[in-house]
């Protein structure tokens, strides 16, 4: 594999989700531009039809985030063999508004510094997608029936990730948590 780092590769491989494919659609998002942090992260679901399998891959260079989502498609009736879609997204480290991140710890009154976390969930919002939750408005008076309309929030959703280390290990974890602190970093000041 050419292109992206060897760690980047080695972590593509380790993943064992179509890593020649993932390395040449990385390679061609990053377009010679060195990565600095990256975080591969797969996933598995099942459904009532199959087995889905999906990838994402986060790479932070000097100027930009480049992020890619394959899928794997099974073979049906119109399509006798089995797809994939790969989709990469650059987007300039300036543009970047937020970098979430949620920790999850066990027996938190025990925690330490530095300690392991059970699962961390990274958000990432750039301003391309947001996700609205509305609910109806209300007055406080609870004998009140009248129509108040609507109340909600946005929150930016361009990129989440939830890493387990139920489900993929401490390291994995450690790997995410590594890459938010390296992209909360390249983020401050940039605007």
Same mark, same amino acid.
């Given at each position: 594999?050419?292109?992206?780092?060897?760690?980047?590769?080695?972590? @593509?491989? *380790?993943?064992?989700?179509?890593?020649? @494919?993932?390395? %040449?659609?990385?390679?061609?998002?990053?377009?010679?531009?060195?990565?600095?942090?990256?975080?591969?992260?797969?996933?598995?679901?099942?459904?009532?039809?199959?087995?889905?399998?999906?990838?994402?891959?986060?790479?932070?260079?000097?100027?930009?985030?480049?992020? /890619?989502?394959? %899928?794997?498609?099974?073979?049906?009736?119109?399509?006798?063999?089995?797809?994939?879609?790969?989709?990469?997204?650059?987007?300039?480290? *300036?543009?970047?508004?937020?970098?979430?991140?949620?920790?999850?710890?066990?027996?938190? !009154?025990?925690?330490?510094?530095?300690?392991?976390?059970?699962?961390?969930?990274?958000?990432?919002?750039?301003?391309?997608?947001?996700?609205?939750?509305?609910?109806?408005?209300?007055?406080?008076?609870?004998?009140?029936?009248?129509?108040?309309?609507?109340?909600?929030?946005?929150?930016?959703? %361009?990129?989440?990730? *939830?890493?387990?280390? !139920?489900?993929?290990?401490?390291? #994995?974890?450690?790997?995410?948590?590594?890459? /938010?602190? #390296? @992209?909360?970093? #390249?983020?401050?000041?940039?605007?």
């Amino acid at each position: 594999m050419r292109g992206t780092t060897p760690e980047l590769n080695d972590e @593509l491989r *380790r993943a064992g989700y179509y890593p020649e @494919l993932v390395a %040449d659609v990385m390679d061609v998002a990053l377009s010679g531009e060195p990565v600095t942090a990256f975080l591969v992260h797969p996933e598995t679901t099942f459904d009532e039809e199959a087995v889905r399998r999906h990838v994402t891959v986060l790479a932070l260079t000097a100027t930009r985030l480049v992020v /890619a989502h394959v %899928d794997d498609h099974g073979p049906d009736r119109e399509n006798p063999a089995t797809t994939a879609a790969a989709t990469t997204e650059a987007v300039a480290v *300036r543009l970047i508004r937020s970098v979430m991140l949620t920790h999850v710890v066990e027996d938190p !009154q025990r925690h330490r510094i530095g300690g392991p976390r059970s699962e961390v969930s990274l958000g990432i919002g750039w301003g391309a997608v947001s996700h609205v939750d509305l609910e109806p408005a209300s007055c406080g008076d609870p004998a009140c029936e009248a129509d108040h309309g609507l109340t909600g929030s946005i929150a930016p959703n %361009d990129v989440m990730v *939830r890493v387990s280390a !139920q489900a993929e290990g401490l390291d #994995a974890v450690r790997s995410a948590t590594a890459f /938010a602190v #390296a @992209l909360s970093a #390249a983020t401050a000041g940039t605007r």
